[in-house]
C-alpha cells in the first residue's frame, strides 16, 4: 500500500471521527496504524508533485484536501484508491474500493 506523506496530517486532523467510526480506542487505533505501518510505503510529494494539478482541477470541487491522495494513485499504475469517502466516488480518474469491496475481492 502506498500513501502520500500527507497522510500524517490527515490522521491527525480526522483521528477523532476515525475513532468515532471504527469504534477504536485511541490506544487501539495508535497499535493499529503501528502493526499496518510496515506495510505501507510512504511517498513523498516530490516524487508526485507533476500529478497535483491535474489532481486538483479533478477534486476542487469534490474535496481539494484529497489531491494528494488522487495525484499518487495517478502517478503510477495501481489498482485504485482504498476509502470510504464515498466522495471519491465523483471523479473517474482511478478506481475506488470500499472496505467491503476488498474483503469480497480478498
Do not use: C
Not at 12 to 20: A, L
Not at 52 to 78: G, H, Q, R, V, Y
Amino acid at each position: 500500500m502506498y500513501l502520500p506523506d500527507y497522510v500524517f496530517s490527515e490522521l491527525k486532523r480526522h483521528k477523532d471521527e476515525i475513532i468515532n467510526r471504527s469504534g477504536l480506542s485511541e490506544d487501539e487505533l495508535y497499535i493499529l496504524l503501528y502493526t499496518i505501518m510496515d506495510r505501507i510505503t510512504i511517498i513523498s510529494k516530490e516524487d508526485f508533485a507533476e500529478y497535483i494539478p491535474k489532481a486538483w482541477k479533478i477534486m476542487a470541487e469534490i474535496d481539494e484536501n484529497d489531491t494528494p491522495f488522487l495525484a499518487l494513485a495517478m502517478s503510477f499504475e495501481n489498482d485504485g484508491i482504498w476509502s470510504e469517502d464515498d466522495h471519491f466516488k465523483e471523479q473517474n480518474e482511478v478506481k475506488v474500493w470500499k472496505t467491503r469491496d476488498l474483503i469480497d475481492v480478498l
